[in-house]
């Protein structure tokens, strides 16, 4: 269910930055497909999927950012629970921090540091193979 709502949420925003990608690819390009008789699944292979290869990189990008600090549909719907069957780093920092009767800041200090470092590595790696897929294409 948390991960419905959550899909629900957000893919608004995802769809709008595949629009504007959609949009910006050339008609020039689907009409000289369209001539030569390329077929629907073949245009989209070889045209509007390389064209938008840097719009889903970016939202495969942002949707790992957001997964990971996921908190407000979680905390709302579940509360963590049952038990902790739930519970994301973005709510252990909240409680560790700021909702425990024992607050730990230091704690939650480093669980940040430790999370913004693991989203820095992942959207490094994400931007990497983003540019060897590029480079690959310009050969």
Do not use: C
């Amino acid at each position: 269910a948390t991960i419905g709502v959550s899909i629900w949420a957000h893919m608004g925003f995802y769809a709008l930055i595949l629009l504007a990608g959609l949009q910006a690819i050339p008609k020039d390009l689907y009409e000289a497909a369209e001539m030569d008789g390329t077929k629907p699944a073949r245009v989209f292979w070889r045209i509007t999927l390389p064209l938008l290869a840097p719009n889903l990189l970016v939202v495969v990008v942002l949707a790992l950012i957001r997964a990971v600090q996921i908190f407000d549909e979680v905390y709302v719907l579940t509360g963590g629970g049952p038990g902790t069957s739930t519970l994301y780093l973005t709510q252990y920092i909240y409680e560790t921090g700021f909702a425990s009767a024992l607050r730990n800041p230091g704690l939650a200090a480093a669980a940040s540091i430790l999370m913004g470092g693991v989203l820095v590595v992942l959207t490094l790696i994400q931007l990497g193979i983003g540019r060897k897929n590029e480079n690959k294409g310009k050969r």
